[in-house]
């Protein structure tokens, strides 16, 4: 059946995630092509946030993303990574806890959400022009973690030790990590991978649909 299922796709390019253990056979069996890791790391917060915060960019500046801020967040959450406007809304802004934008001179250079799951968070998504302005907004989006709570991550592999570096700065612990393939049928994405520091989830680098 899954010979027959691939056969009948071939004309596609085809995403598949895959274990660490199993990509190897996926790869035989038409996913040649390793696109990138994402790792599902979880943290937990083993002290009270840190109330200050040295900003390495000093022409960045954070802000809530609001009604007067939507639409340019929008356009840079679609020069990262393109999606329908109402997945944007939806997905992200819906149902989100904080939603923060990092500007420079007016202009939208990274943005983050974290959403509250149950008595655990999750940060996602976190897109980013620099390392700097991902720094900045990963402080902001982790201070509203309590002491004692896990935070969920699913980062790329490329932006890993950075990500793990700046949440034990931020007083968290990991205490998972786990790797899964991001395989591909036919080409690789055509992504720029440096600005995606958390992805949705672990399916797709895209949100489902509304």
């Not at 809530?64 to 340019?72: E, K, N």
């Not at 997905?91 to 939603?99: A, M």
């Not at 612990?173 to 672990?202: G, M």
């Amino acid at each position: 059946m899954w010979e027959a299922s691939v056969k009948a796709m071939q004309p596609r390019n085809i995403g598949l995630i895959s274990t660490e253990v199993m990509a190897p056979k996926y790869m035989k069996s038409g996913f040649p092509i390793h696109a990138f890791d994402i790792l599902s790391l979880c943290y937990i917060r083993h002290k009270e946030p840190a109330k200050g915060f040295h900003q390495d960019d000093p022409d960045l500046v954070l802000q809530t993303v609001d009604d007067s801020l939507q639409a340019d967040v929008f356009q840079y959450q679609n020069s990262v990574v393109a999606m329908p406007e109402c997945e944007f809304k939806n997905v992200f802004l819906k149902v989100s806890s904080q939603v923060t934008a990092a500007v420079n001179d007016g202009t939208v250079v990274g943005y983050g959400a974290i959403q509250k799951s149950g008595d655990d968070w999750r940060i996602a998504p976190l897109h980013s022009e620099s390392k700097s302005a991902a720094k900045f907004l990963l402080h902001s989006l982790l201070s509203i973690v309590q002491k004692g709570s896990k935070v969920i991550l699913h980062v790329l592999g490329s932006n890993r030790d950075f990500i793990h570096k700046v949440a034990k700065g931020n007083g968290l612990t990991l205490q998972s990590e786990i790797t899964f393939k991001r395989l591909q049928s036919k080409r690789n994405v055509d992504l720029d991978i440096h600005k995606i520091f958390a992805v949705w989830n672990l399916d797709s680098i895209f949100p489902p649909n509304c």
